[in-house]
């Protein structure tokens, strides 16, 4: 696991999860765990996927894409290093298991068909560090 991952809404992030977004990016900087070069993965689709690897990048994080193979919702955000596209289902998988912690930014309350839900879901089965960033900024 080599750095930060986020999964959230194509919708874009409140004003309340930039700002808890920002400070759980530099409190993640600061507990990395030894890795060589901080990374941020995202899943270069429109919304909170760039807002977020914008963040990342104004705190240093080296930012690395893993995107869809469906363009709809691409947003093709100049990542430092762009990984093959892969499916969604796969591609929010290799995020997760990318990253010792998992930022989750969902557009409202827990639900079964959301991508973002479904993501955050996998994080917490797995060795990660979960953590939820709701519309209002309070975190889970």
């Not at 996927?49 to 894409?65: F, L």
């Not at 827990?110 to 309070?138: F, H, K, L, N």
């Amino acid at each position: 696991m080599s750095g930060v991952g986020i999964t959230a809404t194509r919708h874009g992030l409140t004003d309340a999860q930039r700002l808890t977004l920002g400070t759980a990016l530099a409190d993640a900087w600061l507990k990395d765990e030894g890795s060589i070069a901080h990374r941020f993965h995202h899943g270069d689709c429109v919304g909170g996927d760039v807002e977020g690897a914008q963040i990342a990048r104004r705190q240093g994080y080296r930012v690395v894409a893993h995107p869809p193979i469906n363009p709809r919702l691409r947003a093709y955000w100049p990542s430092d290093e762009v990984l093959p596209e892969r499916d969604y289902h796969a591609r929010n998988r290799a995020i997760v298991d990318a990253s010792w912690l998992v930022i989750g930014c969902p557009d409202g309350p827990e639900r079964d068909r959301s991508g973002t839900w479904s993501t955050i879901r996998y994080a917490r089965q797995t060795s990660a560090r979960v953590v939820v960033i709701m519309p209002d900024g309070s975190t889970a």
